[in-house]
C-alpha cells in the first residue's frame, strides 16, 4: 500500500475549505490543517512540504493565490492545482507562468476533485522522474571525456557539453540556437578543402557517420578530430535532431607519426644493411685492384726511369691520373657505405667519460679545410660535464654539423661569416653543446625534414641525405637530444644536450701489442664467397705468408677435419649455405684451437642473429673495405697472439 498523500488546501472561504478537506480526507488523502492567507500557505509548507496544493486564485492579503503558488514552485517545488469560480484573460496568462497541473471551478464536485488531484499527482511524479533523467543525462554527458554536441531537425545547436565547448572555442550560450556549420568546421587535412559538416549529413541521409579533419577554431588554431555523428530519431522514425560525440586525436596521431617515422628508419635501417654488405664486397677487390694497379704502373715507371728510359710518359702521366680519379672515387663510394653502416648500426660500441671540448678540437681540426675559407671560428667553451659515449661516433655528430654549417655559407666569405660554438651546463646538469652559423638558415618546408634519411639540400655528389640521420640515431642512442632552429636570414643553431657521466669511466682500451718480429711466415686460411675478394687478399699476402683459398666455407672445414692447421683464419661472415657464423660453430666444437685463430671480415651485418653473433664473438674483426696496412696489422697482431717466430717454410 503506497504513503499516504499530504495535500494542503488554501481557500479563505472557511466553509468551502472545510467541505474540500472532508471530500480529501473522504478520499483517502491527508488534509490536517487548510490555510486562509499567503502567510498561513507558506508557514504550513515549510512546516511540512505537502505533496499537492489546492491554491484558490483570489484569496484575501498582500498576496493572491497566484503569487503564492509561485513561491511554494520556487521554494517547494510543489504542484498546484487551482481552484477559481471565475478568471478573466489576464489571470489566467497569469497562473500559466507557475505551471499549474490543473484547474477546478467552484463548486467543486468530488468526482471532479478527485480525478483532478490522481492526474496531478501522477503529472508530478512523471515530471519528476523526467527532470531527474534529465539531470542524470545532463551530467553524465558533461562529465564524459568526448565532446558533445546535438541540433534540432534544422540542424541548430541546442547543446554543447563542456569539453565540446573547449575543444570548438564556442560557449554554448554563444552556440544555441546557430547553424551547425557555422560552429563546428571540419577541413581535410593534407587537401585543406573544407568537409561536410557531419551532424547536416546525418541530418541529410538519416545514417551514422564517422568524420576525421582538423577542426577550425575561431582563434585559428586547430585539432585533429574524429568523431561519430547519429541522427536522433523518435519511436514513429522522426528526425528529432542530430548528435555528435568527437574527441581531440592531435597527441595520438603526433605519437603515431613518430612510431611510422621510427618505423620508416628502421626499414630504412635495414635496407641500408644490406645495401652495405653488397657494395663493400665487390668495393673491396676494386679498391685493391685498382690500388694494385696503380703501384704497378708506378713501380714500372721507376724502374724505366732508374734504366733511362722514359717511353710512353704522357701516356703514362694520363693514366696515373685516372686511376688517381677512380681511387677517389672509391673512396667516396667507401664513405657513402661506412654512412649508411651508421644509420643502420643498432649495437652500441665501447663507451666512456669524454670530455667535449677534446671531440669538438678533433672535429674542429677535420673540418678546417672547409670552414677556413668560408668563416671565422669563435669558441664560447664553458665548463660542461663529462659524457659517457663513443668519441669516435661523438665526433662523427659534431664534424657532419659543422660540416653543414661549412657548406650553408659561400667560399671567401670568411671575414663577414661566422660559426659559433658555445659549451656550458644546463639546468638539469646535463652538457649543452650548441653550434650557430650565419648562413641564410632554412625554410620551415626543410626544417621539417633535417632529420629524414637521404634528404639533402646539397648539389648532387655534395652530400648523402644521411649525415643528420645518423646524427639524430647516435644522439638519441646515448640517451641525449638533438634540434634545429633556423629561420630564413637569420642562420641556424644546432643545440645538443648530452647525458653527463656516473663515473669518469676510463675507456677500456687494449694494451698495445709488441709489433712482430720482421720476416714472419704465416699459414693463412681466406674463406670467401666472393672470388676476386679471395684472389685480392691472396696477391696482397702472398709475398709474406703461405695462403690457402678454398671456394667456400665446407671446403674450408674438410681441409681443417682433414688434419690442416692454420695459424690465422680470415672468414666472411655473410655467406651461402655454410656461413661465416655456422662454420665458426663447427670449428668450435671439432677444432676450438683454429676457431680461436679465427678473424671476422665483414662488409656490414643486418640479420638480427649475425648483429648478435658480432657482439659477442671474442674474435677480432676487419671492416670491407680495408687498406692493405690493415690487412698487414691484423695478421701480424693475431701471429703475434699467439706467439709465432720466423721459421722454414712448409706446407700445412
Known amino acids: 500500500m503506497g504513503t499516504v498523500k499530504h495535500i494542503l488546501v488554501v481557500e479563505d472561504e472557511r466553509i468551502v475549505a472545510r467541505d474540500i478537506q472532508r471530500s480529501l480526507t473522504d478520499l483517502g488523502y491527508e488534509v490536517p490543517e487548510t490555510a486562509a492567507t499567503s502567510d498561513q500557505a507558506i508557514g504550513l509548507a515549510t512546516a511540512r512540504c505537502p505533496d499537492l496544493v489546492l491554491m484558490d486564485i483570489h484569496i484575501k492579503g498582500d498576496r493572491d493565490g497566484i503569487e503564492t503558488a509561485g513561491i511554494l514552485r520556487r521554494r517547494f517545488d510543489i504542484p498546484v492545482i487551482y481552484l477559481t469560480a471565475y478568471a478573466d484573460a489576464a489571470t489566467v496568462e497569469r497562473a500559466k507562468v507557475t505551471e499549474p497541473l490543473s484547474y477546478l471551478l467552484k463548486p467543486v464536485k468530488p468526482n471532479e476533485l478527485r480525478s483532478a488531484v490522481e492526474i496531478a499527482l501522477y503529472r508530478h511524479e512523471m515530471d519528476k522522474r523526467l527532470r531527474d533523467r534529465e539531470n542524470w543525462l545532463t551530467t553524465t554527458l558533461r562529465s564524459i571525456g568526448d565532446g558533445v554536441v546535438s541540433t534540432d531537425p534544422m540542424g541548430r545547436i541546442n547543446y554543447m557539453n563542456p569539453v565540446a565547448e573547449a575543444l570548438i572555442g564556442e560557449r554554448l550560450e554563444h552556440a544555441i540556437g546557430r547553424p551547425c556549420r557555422d560552429v563546428f568546421r571540419l577541413v581535410d587535412e593534407r587537401s585543406r578543402t573544407a568537409l561536410e559538416n557531419p551532424m547536416e549529413h546525418a541530418l541529410r541521409v538519416g545514417g551514422t557517420i564517422n568524420v576525421e579533419g582538423a577542426l577550425a577554431n575561431p582563434d585559428g588554431s586547430e585539432r585533429l578530430v574524429t568523431d561519430s555523428t547519429a541522427p536522433i530519431v523518435d519511436d514513429r522514425g522522426r528526425i528529432l535532431g542530430a548528435v555528435m560525440v568527437f574527441r581531440d586525436i592531435s597527441e595520438q596521431k603526433r605519437l603515431q607519426r613518430q612510431l611510422e617515422h621510427a618505423d620508416r628508419l628502421a626499414s630504412v635501417g635495414i635496407m641500408a644493411a644490406g645495401v652495405a654488405h653488397e657494395v663493400n664486397n665487390p668495393l673491396s677487390f676494386i679498391l685493391s685492384n685498382t690500388r694494385f694497379a696503380l703501384n704497378e704502373m708506378r713501380a714500372h715507371q721507376a724502374e724505366l726511369q732508374a734504366a733511362g728510359r722514359t717511353p710512353g710518359k704522357e701516356w703514362a702521366a694520363e693514366v696515373e691520373v685516372a686511376l688517381s680519379d677512380a681511387l677517389s672515387g672509391i673512396d667516396r663510394v667507401r664513405r657513402i657505405v661506412a654512412d649508411l653502416k651508421g644509420f643502420c648500426r643498432n649495437a652500441p660500441g665501447t663507451t666512456a667519460a669524454v670530455d667535449l671540448h ?175 675478394m679471395r684472389t685480392c687478399i691472396s696477391r696482397l699476402l702472398d709475398d709474406e705468408h703461405a695462403v690457402t683459398c678454398p671456394k667456400t666455407a665446407a671446403e674450408a672445414l674438410a681441409l681443417i677435419d682433414g688434419g690442416m692447421r692454420f695459424d690465422c683464419i680470415l672468414c666472411d661472415v655473410m655467406m651461402p649455405v655454410l656461413s661465416g657464423i655456422d662454420f665458426h660453430g663447427q670449428l668450435l666444437s671439432r677444432h676450438p684451437d683454429q676457431a680461436r685463430r679465427m678473424a671476422f671480415m665483414t662488409g656490414g651485418v643486418f640479420t638480427p642473429r649475425a648483429i648478435e653473433f658480432m657482439r659477442l664473438v671474442p674474435n677480432r674483426r676487419i671492416d670491407k673495405p680495408f687498406d692493405p696496412s690493415q690487412l698487414n696489422g691484423l695478421i701480424r697482431d693475431m701471429l703475434g697472439d699467439h706467439g709465432l717466430i720466423q721459421r722454414e717454410s712448409r706446407t700445412p
Request: aromatic content about 4%.
Open 358 to 532: 677534446e671531440v669538438l678540437e678533433h672535429a674542429l681540426e677535420m673540418a678546417d679545410t672547409e670552414l677556413r675559407p668560408r668563416a671565422s671560428i669563435v669558441r664560447i667553451f664553458g665548463s660542461p660535464p663529462l659524457v659517457e659515449a663513443e668519441s669516435t661516433r661523438l665526433e662523427q655528430v659534431f664534424l657532419n654539423i659543422l660540416l653543414n654549417a661549412a657548406h650553408a655559407m659561400p667560399v671567401d666569405g670568411g671575414d663577414t661569416n661566422q660559426v659559433t660554438i658555445r659549451t656550458t651546463t644546463d639546468q638539469a646538469g646535463r652538457a649543452l653543446v650548441e653550434v650557430c652559423d650565419t648562413g641564410p638558415g632554412m625554410s620551415p618546408e626543410v626544417l621539417k625534414r633535417v632529420f629524414e634519411p637521404f634528404f639533402t639540400t646539397k648539389d648532387a655528389g655534395q652530400g648523402t641525405g644521411l649525415g643528420l640521420s645518423i646524427c639524430h640515431g647516435i644522439i638519441k642512442s646515448i640517451g641525449g637530444e638533438i634540434e634545429i632552429e633556423s629561420r630564413p636570414g637569420t642562420g641556424t643553431t644546432v643545440r645538443v644536450v648530452l647525458p653527463a657521466a656516473h663515473t669518469a669511466t676510463a675507456e677500456l682500451t687494449r694494451p698495445l701489442e709488441p709489433p712482430a718480429p720482421a720476416g714472419i711466415r704465416g699459414y693463412l686460411l681466406v674463406v670467401d664467397d666472393e672470388p676476386m
